[in-house]
């Protein structure tokens, strides 16, 4: 007689150290970076769509809370120029908690195909209620509804809950009339202070160039890989 465990046995566990790439792609020079580090971001995201990058957007987020204890997740990048880096979410979030009580975080873009990832550093602030409100009338009316639908971060007894919640709003607000803002959710820009572009090269003596700021200017340093 079988036991629950052998209907499904564990598979093999990976040669983890065996598994690794070879990185054959061009360097990256001091020269060739631009003055700026948000200059150079819109190069390598241009670079990394034009590669077929899988939603070139996608970021994995950090924020820790007051006592220091980390915690990530990928949001999608919404905006960027000189302020900084802009993503939406549900200020009573885990991560609208986090940065509540520690108002800095780290932003990673990994565009694999490319061997490339670009990790910004910064503190963080709420965009405007304005910005936020001709955001959010960009969003599919779906994606309207869901974010008043979703209490984020929060326990739910189920998923038929989630789709209850969705059903009234959708009968409240049908397709084609305006869905107003929800007060608890938002943007937030997160301020460059450190912008690092990573290459991978060959044995391993990949590139990294990071931008600090200085003043009003940045300076540009190279790190041991």
Not at 95 to 107: D, F, V
Not at 183 to 194: A, N, S
């Amino acid at each position: 007689m079988q036991t629950p465990e052998s209907d499904h046995p564990t598979p093999p566990s990976p040669d983890l150290a065996a598994m690794r790439e070879h990185y054959a792609h061009e360097g990256l020079a001091e020269a060739d970076l631009a003055d700026d580090p948000v200059t150079q971001f819109t190069r390598w995201f241009h670079e990394a769509g034009g590669a077929g990058a899988a939603e070139p957007n996608a970021m994995v987020l950090s924020t820790a809370d007051a006592e220091g204890r980390p915690s990530s997740r990928t949001v999608l990048l919404k905006g960027y120029d000189r302020r900084g880096f802009v993503f939406y979410t549900n200020y009573g979030s885990r991560k609208g908690a986090e940065l509540a009580a520690n108002p800095y975080a780290a932003l990673l873009f990994p565009w694999i195909t490319l061997a490339r990832q670009v990790i910004v550093q910064g503190r963080v602030e709420k965009v405007g209620r304005d910005e936020t409100a001709a955001y959010f009338r960009t969003r599919p009316h779906g994606s309207q509804l869901g974010a008043w639908a979703s209490e984020q971060s929060s326990p739910v007894d189920g998923r038929e809950v989630l789709e209850q919640r969705y059903a009234e709003l959708e009968r409240r607000y049908p397709e084609g009339e305006g869905v107003p803002v929800p007060p608890f959710w938002g943007g937030y820009r997160v301020v460059p202070e450190v912008v690092e572009f990573w290459q991978g090269r060959a044995n391993r003596l990949h590139d990294r160039l990071r931008y600090v700021a200085e003043g009003t200017g940045w300076r540009v340093e190279r790190l041991c890989p």
